[in-house]
């Protein structure tokens, strides 16, 4: 079912698509692409500019990675299914680090921050941290329990051999000997993935808000309360999502192991989740980031037309830390996990021990999950 | 409190550091029993080195203005409401005001415009505070 597969990636890289298009407007407006510039040049003709660019190409590297995988679809569904989301990514993160050159180089032969008051800002008063909702963790553990439990319940009647893989379509396309393992191997992963995104929400509840001198007390109140939210409820809603999704998808194998139908079923309503949760994540986050940036609109006219009120001093340039735009490393910087300097969510410091730790950690969960995927089944 | 610092000043930040917590205690942000974060977090919120913050936070503990325990972390140790400090210290004090003062003169300032200048200082600190009780100590002196 080559179509099928077409269909789910353009959908899929379609919707990351317009996530990487919102971007510029939801970053801070000193930070557009990634770059740190000073509150005086954040409408300069370059900024504006490199954004439009930035925009059009992404659009344009979603409509090459369609066109090849076009062209790739008659030879492998499955080629199509790895290459273009990866194929997307990239082409979008070259035309990133392409257009947010120019600002960088404006900047420079500018001067921009020539004559700029830059200050870092903290709070001197300790931080009481505290800990992401439980009802999220609980409500998902109660999710893979009533998997668990009809799994129980129809493990006699299950057939010595069963279904453990299926293709983009639904079709089986992989089986092993009935066991614990190949009958709730499944559930208990999740159950896995449910305490992974638990303790993600509690590292970045213990991750210092960063706060940026160019901010308002109020506004970086409600940036604070955006990513507490973002850590806390959202990483609960995606793990609630995916028991619910990995839940259904496991029942259907067990009771319908054969009808393409259901499962296609489960998977696309795993999916429609999935999208939805993120969708609903990224809304609620925008909202308040562009609540954040009006109030900030807001008090820069009110000091332009009262004039009383000093501009505020700027975030110091800090590129030098940020590889890329995105990779950041400062060997200064106790902090394992930072805010991300063009997205949503947090990134890793790999200039700090504990940052090198989780990013090794994280590279060989993916490698591990690769040679098990691809390797393995390849071995039998 | 918030504190911001400069990086780009040629103050280093650890001198900077401990004059906005000086500055803090003299206008009442902070008190006597106020804790101030450890070490590390206020290293990662700035995101600089922690080393820089232990030396702000060394130069306030010789002044006795900073506690640090084991178990309760960093504490305000005295506020202006303390009886006045050391002999010596003030020596010193008074010695690096000397220098500030001079560097005023030398520079053609006449002394009404240094005491006004002095005085609005003094005010700013205890018009911030709430119980502002330095103001009666320095009419009696």
Redesign the interface.
Known sequence: MTVFAFGFVIVITAFVAAMFLVMPAMVRRTLPLGVSVPQSHVNDPVVRSSIRRYRSGIVAAWVVSVLVSALASPVSSQLVLAVMPLLFIALSGVVYVVTRRSITAAKREGAWYEGATTRLVADASPRRVGHPSVAWLVASVLVVWVTIAIGVAVYPSLPAVIPIHWGGAGQVNGTAPKSVWSVFGVPLITLGVIALFYGMSWLTLVTPPRSVASDTPEQAARRAGAQRHLASAGLGIMSLVLSIGLGLTTIAGWLAPDSDAVMTAALLTTLVLVVAAVAVILVRYYRSMSASRAAATQTASRSVQGGLERERPDAPDDDRYWKFGAVYINRDDPATFVPKRFGVGWTVNLGSPGGIVFAVVIVLIILGALVTVVVVPGLR | ????????SNVPLYQQLRD??VE?IASGE?SAG?????V???????????ATVAKGYDLLRAEGLLLTHRTA?SVVARDPRNAPWHADAEADWSARLRTLLAEAVAQGMPDDGILQHARSALQTFSAARPTSDSTTKEDSR
């Open positions: 409190m918030q504190i911001a610092i400069d990086p780009v906005r917590v803090g902070l106020e804790p101030l974060a450890p590390r977090q206020l290293a990662a919120q700035f995101g600089i080195n922690p972390g």
